[in-house]
């Protein structure tokens, strides 16, 4: 195999050439499990030995067994894909070898980092940079798609309600003294906004939804500080459309 797990002489040295190479492999293993989907089904024969799945730097896939070398080149995909291939619902076994896809293509780079010594600097900038990007599986399944509707959705949409006690704006956070204030500011300092996914930061409005408890920057979903004053139970735009789609 001449790029079998992608080594084939192919060796990244700086995070930049690494992240290039994640997105290429990427790239490849996407079109395997989208866009070439039936080529790809019909290959994972569950009749054949072990075999998996490779993204090679040049965007394109394989479906072969693994490499012959012990111990190999580069780390190894899932084995035995194929023999899961007809016990599952189709979306099911995709999201599968998705889920392995991703876990494989970190190992691809972290190795590559080790091999090369990246400092902690280095393999910093190299997880930021593939963050950046959807998981195989997210695409996959279609969550990437969803997650970016919901955050236009909140960004754009104005809900009414409110839980006075529960909006919280930095600069009041701060005038806060004595251990009470040092447990808030610990509390919320590792808080998610339901919308953008940010950390909680110095002098932003928060407001908490009183269905499902999440936290959301003001601006996130459109709601000022006075008016959160005037509102009694604030709905988030997700639990807001829930109670919609039921009806």
């Not at 990437?144 to 919280?168: D, F, I, P, R």
């Given at each position: 195999m001449d790029d079998g797990g992608g080594g084939g002489g192919y060796n990244p040295r700086t995070p930049e050439e690494v992240f290039r190479d994640f997105r290429a492999r990427r790239a490849g293993i996407i079109k395997a499990l989208t866009t070439d989907v039936e080529k790809f089904y019909q290959q994972?024969?569950?009749?054949?030995?072990?075999?998996?799945?490779?993204?090679?730097?040049?965007?394109?896939?394989?479906?072969?067994?693994?490499?012959?070398?012990?111990?190999?080149?580069?780390?190894?995909?899932?084995?035995?894909?194929?023999?899961?291939?007809?016990?599952?619902?189709?979306?099911?076994?995709?999201?599968?070898?998705?889920?392995?896809?991703?876990?494989?293509?970190?190992?691809?780079?972290?190795?590559?980092?080790?091999?090369?010594?990246?400092?902690?600097?280095?393999?910093?900038?190299?997880?930021?940079?593939?963050?950046?990007?959807?998981?195989?599986?997210?695409?996959?399944?279609?969550?990437?798609?969803?997650?970016?509707?919901?955050?236009?959705?909140?960004?754009?949409?104005?809900?009414?309600?409110?839980?006075?006690?529960?909006?919280?704006?930095?600069?009041?956070?701060?005038?806060?003294?004595?251990?009470?204030?040092?447990?808030?500011e610990e509390d919320h300092g590792s808080t998610l906004c339901g919308a953008c996914g940010e950390t909680y930061a110095n002098d932003e409005f928060w407001i908490c939804c009183d269905v499902c408890e999440k936290w959301f920057h003001g601006k996130c979903v459109r709601i000022t500080p006075a008016r959160a004053e005037h509102i009694k139970q604030y709905k988030c735009p997700g639990c807001s459309n829930n109670k919609r789609a039921r009806a």
């Open positions: 994972c024969d569950p009749e054949k030995e072990n075999l998996c799945l490779y993204g090679h730097p040049d965007e394109t896939w394989e479906v072969n067994l693994p490499a012959e070398e012990v111990p190999p080149e580069l780390p190894e995909p899932a084995l035995g894909i194929n023999f899961a291939r007809d016990g599952m619902e189709e979306k099911d076994w995709l999201s599968l070898v998705a889920v392995h896809s991703d876990s494989w293509l970190l190992s691809v780079a972290f190795y590559f980092g080790a091999r090369f010594g990246f400092d902690k600097e280095s393999r910093r900038r190299l997880f930021t940079m593939i963050n950046g990007l959807p998981t195989i599986y997210e695409v996959v399944t279609g969550t990437s798609k969803k997650q970016s509707k919901e955050k236009t959705s909140n960004s754009s949409k104005n809900k009414s309600g409110s839980k006075a006690s529960k909006v919280a704006p930095k600069k009041e956070e701060e005038e806060r003294e004595g251990e009470d204030g040092e447990e808030y």
